[in-house]
């Protein structure tokens, strides 16, 4: 059953980043309004469009985010940290900031549609073989990250009885706005795909565009409050396929060049003793090497087809395709 035209008024938060540009454009072409929650510092240039309206705001002030809540009917929580230079940040964005999120609803806005929170696959953690994760497998998630994000569906999950929750669990994400996976993009220009490990990697995959319908579904679909999804496409994929891919429309050749997994966890110890010293986050630290030395991260999806009607419509080839002509487009590549 779905709900169109009761959710009007969405309060995105995150709206500056990857997955949340993508968000706020598509719920502006099926005709919402949308309120940003940004950080003082963020930049919204890309949110300066009409029916946007923009909300200073730190997850971390539980005060303005109670201003922030007033007169929205649904929520899609982007917002989340997804590098820090030590393990409590994760726990003080990822799980108190969701936290004083559901606290201003239920104090101010309790009447709310839909909290729908974006979660992460790293909240599950690895799948031990070709065999897909399913939302009933219990979740086993090996760094911080991960555990910081399954604390936040925890703390979803404790007020779905206050309001309709759903929590999806994305894939890897790919696409426009993307800076990630950017670096393979421009590895594999330049003749070489530098990959941790020497063994095949497999894993899920989704379009941003992808998530983000599957985002909008889950806001609009009269599920029960408290479930869970996978949100991937159906293919496992490895740096192979991914590769071939990014070098068929760049037109290039390229090698790939496995490191062995000292070496990675080499290159994640130095970028953990960097960040003690600076105070900033490395893009490659122990926790992160962690995570690419899994030999599997894959999901099954057939719940958000079946429960949601969510049918991804970008394959592989499309996404590429389309991600590197936005890549070429903006310069980044």
Not at 183 to 202: D, E, Y
Not at 237 to 242: I, L
Request: proline share 5%; net charge positive.
């Amino acid at each position: 059953m779905i709900q169109t035209g009761l959710n009007r008024n969405v309060l995105v938060t995150g709206a500056t980043g990857f997955v949340g540009r993508n968000l706020v454009d598509a719920l502006l072409q099926r005709g919402y309004s949308v309120t940003c929650l940004v950080r003082k510092t963020s930049d919204t240039r890309s949110l300066q469009k009409d029916n946007v309206r923009l909300v200073s705001a730190d997850l971390k002030d539980p005060q303005a985010v109670r201003q922030a809540v007033r007169g929205v009917t649904a929520i899609c929580h982007l917002a989340g940290l997804i590098k820090a230079a030590r393990r409590e940040e994760y726990f003080r964005v990822n799980q108190d900031g969701t936290r004083f999120l559901l606290e201003a609803f239920a104090e101010i806005n309790p009447a709310l549609n839909r909290f729908v929170h974006i979660s992460s696959l790293a909240a599950a953690g690895p799948s031990r073989s070709d065999r897909g994760l399913q939302e009933t497998d219990p979740p086993n998630p090996v760094s911080w990250y991960g555990e910081s994000k399954l604390k936040s569906e925890q703390e979803v999950l404790r007020f779905s009885a206050a309001f309709p929750v759903t929590i999806l669990r994305p894939s890897a994400v790919y696409g426009p706005y993307d800076r990630e996976t950017l670096l393979a993009f421009r590895m594999i220009k330049r003749g070489c795909l530098l990959t941790p490990g020497r063994f095949t990697r497999r894993f899920s995959l989704i379009h941003v565009q992808d998530l983000v319908a599957a985002c909008i579904k889950a806001m609009e679909c009269d599920t029960p409050s408290g479930e869970v999804f996978f949100i991937s496409r159906p293919e496992i994929y490895t740096w192979g396929d991914v590769g071939r891919a990014i070098a068929q429309k760049l037109g290039k050749t390229y090698r790939q060049i496995s490191f062995p997994k000292w070496m990675a966890e080499a290159v994640g110890l130095a970028g953990d003793l960097w960040a003690n010293m600076s105070g900033r986050p490395a893009t490659l630290n122990s926790q992160k090497v962690r995570e690419l030395l899994q030999p599997s991260w894959i999901c099954n999806p057939s719940k958000a087809r079946e429960a949601l009607g969510f049918n991804p419509a970008i394959d592989l080839e499309s996404g590429i395709d389309e991600t590197v002509r936005w890549y070429q487009n903006r310069g980044w590549l």
